[in-house]
């Protein structure tokens, strides 16, 4: 797993869609976003299509380590945009429209590191470099 940081639109996602073309051409992109409003749906589609057409995509953000397992066979590379997005959207699908004062942390806690689990699992078991943005 390599895990490429940095600030908002920094570049981190054109230097992971880099790293994982140099390894081949079939890379299975898994895209965590979910479109919220207009700039979203215009960065979703950029984002679309500037991929090679080659490349595997996912979107969603839930049970990635199974998606690494099952979409992962035979690909050269694996590319994660974004884990923070992933565990946004986590958070706010587990803690619904609780008021915070109400939520049960613990309980939104352990539900997110079972994912992040599962996922660190999966890309420990794989073959091939994953590039986590």
């Given amino acids: ?3 490429i940081t ?3 639109r920094s570049g981190k996602s054109s230097l992971a869609e880099k790293l994982a073309a140099q390894r081949g051409d079939k890379v299975l992109y898994i895209a965590t976003s979910v479109i919220t409003d207009d700039e979203m749906a215009q ?5 679309r299509q500037t ?8 979107e969603g953000y839930r049970d990635l380590g ?20 992933m565990i946004t959207n986590l958070l706010f699908e ?5 008021n915070a004062e109400e939520m049960d942390f613990t309980a939104l806690e352990q539900g997110i590191q ?14 091939v470099p994953i590039y986590i943005v």
């Fill in 43 to 47: 960065r979703v589609e950029i984002h």
């Fill in 1 to 3: 797993m390599i895990l």
């Fill in 6 to 8: 940095g600030g908002a």
């Fill in 66 to 85: 199974a998606v690494v397992r099952e979409k992962g066979e035979g690909c050269h590379a694996i590319m994660l945009e974004c884990i923070t997005t």
């Fill in 114 to 127: 079972q994912q992040i689990d599962e996922l660190i699992l999966a890309c420990s078991q794989s073959d």
């Fill in 94 to 98: 587990q803690a619904g429209n609780v």
């Fill in 51 to 58: 991929r090679p057409s080659q490349w595997i995509t996912h």
